[in-house]
């Protein structure tokens, strides 16, 4: 029985090692034509392709389309005097078809941050857009040719709302999918900048501008702007003034009231130094600080299109009315059609025509233009800095001189007509030893001087060519670093020491929170030149520079004489080991 039982088991064992070895031996199988399936499918697939060409890739960043920030582009306002100083006389446009009177506008901003004007999509978002844009515009529609000559920004210079638009030249499909724009602001934003050549025929409405009449019975409307940020009194009390005598006359007079005053107490000057003779100093810039300058009583109120129209809107918002700055050329009105029609010959544009105005949006007319700028006639006109008493004084008259005593008689004439008798000259030799003393003395001095200067001119020689040096880098990109470097070390000469280990923007915190120097955008924008990966446009680096430039002379204007000079011969800046 045991034996019985022990085969049994055997046999069960036998039974189940041979099950198993069958189910490998199947498993196998599979796994071997599962193999040769896919093999095969490859080899297809590889011949197809072959055959093919190189197949395309689909990233997921292709398909999904990233929003367009415009805070992330560098203000033209900011750049204001790049056009009114290097490039007045470059032909930037070349349009055709533009009517009398007409404006080609480049950006709308309506965010202010205390430091400049920027552009936002709080109106509405940057999308792309067909040939055909419908929807209501309000002007009357204006087809125009223009060509880019030497403007190289990112904004679109528009007459007015787009209707169509149409791009020519070999570069028509690239411009047609980069283009952005927004219909409530009428900007169009080209990312990757534009290049000579370019040229787009555009359909727009030219908005209307009403008159005073007309204006005096709209209603104005709202507008989703950004919250500007608190305005200082001086700001708010101006306006005030200005509207006193408006107040009960509506909302366009009140607007009309700050215009006209701001046209009629202002002066006209870029800050050229033909005009700073005249005006005196006019920075550029349109910081709070800036404006609040120009309306504190202290000064004339000195400035250009920047300042006027920024000044503008802001007491028109301290009202509470809404108001934008737009930035863009005006042609002069000596060139184009006196007929008031379109002009048939093509109308050259240089930077000179650069212009700010403001818009502010009434019911029917939607957002109309207002210039606060006065003439540039004014910039003739000297500042007058006396204070309002000294002003309504009468001068009092020049004395006359003091009468001159007569001589009493012919012989005291006649004494004094006579030639005073010559003296033996006895001192020949010790004035000879005198001037040889002093010629010694002299020497000497020229010697101590010379000592004195050598190292004083190697030290500006060595500064010199450092900001030589980052100006003139190869790349626009190294020389916005660059200017970012020089502005720190202008101020690091007059004894700002920054933390080593800070950022720019918390550098450009720490300088404005020291009350050294309000650097405005100077510190994002060498961020975004280092690390964003969009290319820097040449101009916008020549505008940085005259941005670091005007920084820095009233960075050192600010301090006395001595001062002064100390700061431009100080060893501090060198020290840093920056490029």
């Known amino acids: 029985m045991a034996r019985a039982a022990v085969g049994n088991a055997a046999g069960h064992r036998g039974a189940t090692r041979s099950a198993e070895s069958v189910t490998r031996q199947v498993l196998a199988i599979r796994r071997a034509g599962i193999s040769v399936v896919v093999l095969t499918a490859a080899v297809l697939v590889g011949a197809v392709t072959a055959g093919a060409g190189t197949p395309s890739r689909t990233a997921l960043r292709e ?74 515009t309000v002007g009357q529609p204006a087809t125009v040719d223009v060509r880019l000559v030497d403007y190289t920004g990112q904004f679109l210079p528009l007459p007015g709302a787009i209707e169509e638009l149409d791009f020519a030249g070999p570069r028509t499909t690239t411009r047609t ?7 409530a602001a009428a900007t169009g934003l080209m990312p990757g900048g534009w290049q000579a050549g370019d040229r787009y025929i555009v359909t727009a409405a030219i908005p209307p501008q009403p008159t005073a009449e007309q204006l005096a019975a709209a209603v104005p409307l709202a507008a989703p702007l950004p919250t500007t940020v608190a305005l200082p009194d001086l700001l708010r009390s101006a306006a005030n003034r200005y509207i006193a005598d408006a107040q009960a006359s509506g909302a366009a007079a009140q607007v009309e009231a700050i215009r006209a005053g701001l046209a009629a107490d202002g002066v006209f000057s870029h800050g050229t130094s033909d005009e700073r003779r005249l005006t005196g100093p006019s920075p550029a810039g349109h910081g709070l600080d800036r ?29 509470g009315l809404p108001a934008r700055v737009v930035v863009g050329f005006v042609p ?20 000179g025509d650069i212009s700010a105005w403001v818009e502010v949006p009434f019911e029917k007319y939607g957002w109309v233009a207002f210039d606060p700028t006065p003439s540039p006639e004014e910039s003739s006109r000297e500042p ?38 010559a003296e033996p000259d006895t001192g020949s030799a010790d004035d000879s030893g005198v001037l040889a003393l002093v010629g010694r003395i002299l020497l000497w001095l020229l010697l101590a001087l010379a000592v004195v200067a050598v190292p004083v001119c190697v030290v500006l020689a060595v500064k010199a060519s450092r900001r030589r040096r980052r100006r003139t880098a190869e790349q626009p990109r190294a020389q916005i670093i660059g200017g970012w470097e020089q502005l720190l070390d202008v101020a690091v000469d007059t004894g700002y020491r920054p933390a080593p280990w800070h950022t720019r923007t918390e550098a450009a915190a720490d ?25 820097v446009n040449p101009a916008g680096a020549r505008g940085y520079w005259r941005e670091v430039d005007d920084r ?10 001595w001062r002064r000079w100390r700061a431009r011969l100080s060893l501090a800046s060198m020290r840093r080991m920056k490029p």
């Open 384 to 421: 007058d800095n006396r204070s309002s008493a000294e002003r309504r004084s009468v001068n009092a008259d020049v004395p006359p001189a003091a009468p001159q005593a007569q001589p009493d008689s012919v012989d005291a004439q006649n004494a004094n007509q006579r030639p005073a008798a």
């Open 63 to 136: 398909i999904i389309e990233l929003p367009v920030d415009p805070a992330t582009f560098v203000s033209p306002l900011s750049t204001f005097r790049t056009y009114t100083k290097d490039q007045a006389d470059v032909v930037q446009l070349s349009v055709k078809g533009l009517p009398a009177g007409a404006r080609l506008r480049l950006a709308a901003l309506d965010t202010y941050d205390g430091r400049q004007f920027t552009l936002s999509n709080s109106e509405g978002p940057f999308v792309r857009i067909g040939r055909e844009l419908p929807g209501a």
């Open 511 to 535: 300088l404005q929170t020291s009350g050294v120097l309000l650097v405005d955008w100077l510190a994002p924008a060498a961020d975004a030149a280092e690390f964003s990966p969009s290319p």
């Open 332 to 351: 002069p009105a000596a060139t184009t059609d006196s007929s008031g029609g379109t002009a048939a010959d093509r109308l050259d544009i240089k930077g």
């Open 291 to 319: 404006l609040a300058a120009m309306v504190s009583g202290n000064n004339q109120l000195v400035g250009d299109q920047e300042q006027y129209a920024a000044l503008m809107a802001l007491m028109v918002r301290s009202v």
């Open 552 to 561: 820095s002379a009233e960075l050192l204007g600010a301090l006395p004489f």
């Open 177 to 183: 999918e980069d283009l952005r724009y927004s219909a």
